[in-house]
């Protein structure tokens, strides 16, 4: 059973910045893509950014150009880089893992204050 804990969330105030980490059971090597979705109160998950096992990157319009997703192999660890935080940042943040099975973290809460 692949396991993903997601750590790193916190509060944090407008303009600032916060590292996410996912840290996986098992060698992210053998998933076709990883990702970052988040969950704002209220409202429905929704997909953040997307790295491909060929390195490719893609990022919702909303978090483009302030936010960075990577990867360290030898860690079996996916991060979020995130920048010039907005409250609209504010949500829980999940991992997501995907091979012939997707795989979910169980969250991890970020808050930006104003």
């Known amino acids: 059973q692949v396991q993903l804990v997601e750590s790193g969330g916190g509060l944090v105030q407008a303009g600032g910045s916060l590292r996410l980490s996912c840290a996986a059971s098992?060698?992210?090597?053998?998933?076709?893509?990883m990702a970052w979705y988040r969950q704002a109160p209220g409202k429905e998950r929704e997909w953040t950014a997307t790295?491909?096992?060929?390195?490719?990157?893609m990022y919702a319009d909303s978090v483009k150009g302030r936010f960075t997703i990577s990867r360290d192999n030898a860690k079996n660890m996916l991060y979020l880089q995130m920048n010039s935080l907005k409250p609209e940042d504010t949500a829980v943040y999940y991992c997501?893992?995907?091979?012939?099975?997707?795989?979910w973290g169980q969250g991890t809460q970020v808050t930006v204050s104003s």
């Open positions: 098992t060698s992210i090597s053998r998933f076709n893509f």
């Open positions: 790295l491909s096992t060929g390195g490719t990157t």
């Open positions: 997501k893992a995907v091979s012939l099975t997707q795989y």
